[in-house]
Structure formats: C-alpha cells, structure tokens
C-alpha cells in the first residue's frame, strides 16, 4: 500500500477516531450526583480485580487503596473528613469512597520509584473503567487534606496518598447545586492530539496528525 493512500486511510479514520474508541471512554464523566443504591461488594471487588491487572515498573505494584462504604459510617465520616469543603458538598452523598496510595519506594531494593505515582494512575484507570463497564460513575479528586490523611489511616512515611475517589451509580443532577450541575453537565474539553503528539522535536505536531 503507497503512502498516500495509507495516509488517505489514517484522515478518514482520524475524523472518526472519537466515535471509533470504546464508548465507555469517550461517554466517560467525571460526575459529582450519586443514587442513594449501595454499590455490591462483588461489584467492588471487580474494580479493584481491574486496578490489580494494571502495568507496573518492574511489576512492584506500589499501589494501595482504602475503601470507606457509606455502611460504615465511622471510616465514612474520617474519610470524607479529609476532603476540603468543596468537595465534602457533594461526596458525602456517595456510597463509598475511596484513597488510592502510592508506594514511593522499590520494595525490591528500597530506592527510589519515580514512576510510582504512574503506576497507581494506572492502577485507579483501570479501576475507573471496570466501575463504569459495571454502569458506576467514579470522580478523582486532589482536593484533600494530605498530612491529615496520612494521619488519620496512619499512612507510613513510604507512602504518599494519591487521590480521593467517590464511587456511585449516578444521580439526578437536580441533586446538586445551581453552580455544580452546570459543570457536571458542560460540554467536555479535550486538546486535540496534534496538541499532545509531537516528532522530531519538542512541540513540533507529528507528520501522522496533520
């Protein structure tokens, strides 16, 4: 095949590539309104089989998570009560939250692992996804209170909390405030990939976006 027409090839499947990916990834919100359904323990326990499948450098696995269900309530209440006040408005009405941790040394040889916050994104990607294959929104947040959570779970100085993560089926967005249904409703925003994707260089877009 010339290289035209498999450039001719890649531009028709460019102009479709968002409706071509997987549904489930380009449908993919991050919402702030739960039901008040409890999320199957069988159910979470297939998110967190999905986060354990994920790559890792050197197969360390340097991710943790600590799961509060709304149940129980005492572990519910510390975890929420790490949040800051924004988020704390809409997460308490989540069945279950959730603190993914990284472990920020080789267990193997006790160095260094910059790569382990990488590996626990995609640990928690992977979790994000089977939750919504299972019909549950998942919403990341960095707005919590790190020394105080690391206190409160007594979090070892080797590891650093990651995120926060309320897990849910979805609600009714009249559940929220004016301000946040309107940004739980708005248009995403994504860069395009001749943005993110460069050849030769730094910043210069590859030759196979154009």
């Known amino acids: 095949m010339s290289n035209n027409v498999t450039r001719s090839v890649f531009l028709a499947e460019k102009r479709s590539r968002h ?3 997987h ?8 919402l702030r309104v739960f039901s008040s359904r409890s999320v199957e323990p069988d159910t979470l326990c297939l998110m967190l089989e999905a986060a354990r ?3 890792s450098s050197m197969n ?11 149940e129980t309530q005492t572990d519910f209440a510390r975890l929420l009560g790490c949040l800051l006040d924004f988020n704390i408005l809409w ?15 080789f267990a193997s040889t006790g160095e260094l692992n910059r790569h382990a916050f990488y590996d626990a994104g995609q640990a928690m990607a992977n ?9 549950l929104s998942v919403c990341q947040m960095a707005g919590f209170d790190l020394e105080k959570t690391r206190r409160t779970f007594s979090i070892p100085p080797s590891h650093e ?11 009714h967005l009249d559940c929220l405030p004016e301000r946040l249904q309107k ?7 994504r860069k395009s990939i001749e943005e993110f994707v460069f050849e030769s260089t730094w910043g210069r877009s590859a030759a196979l976006m154009r």
Do not use: D, M
Request: aromatic share 8%.
């Open 19 to 21: 409706s071509s990916i």
């Open 23 to 30: 549904p489930l990834l380009a449908q993919r919100r991050s």
């Open 53 to 55: 499948w994920a790559p």
């Open 60 to 70: 360390e696995q340097p991710w943790s998570f600590l799961i509060a269900a709304r």
């Open 91 to 105: 997460a308490q009405h989540a069945p279950v939250l959730l603190l993914s941790v990284a472990r920020l040394t």
């Open 127 to 135: 979790l994000t996804f089977q939750a919504n294959v299972c019909g």
């Open 161 to 171: 909390p990651a995120v926060i993560a309320a897990v849910g089926y979805p609600g």
């Open 183 to 189: 940004k739980v409703s708005a248009a995403q925003q």
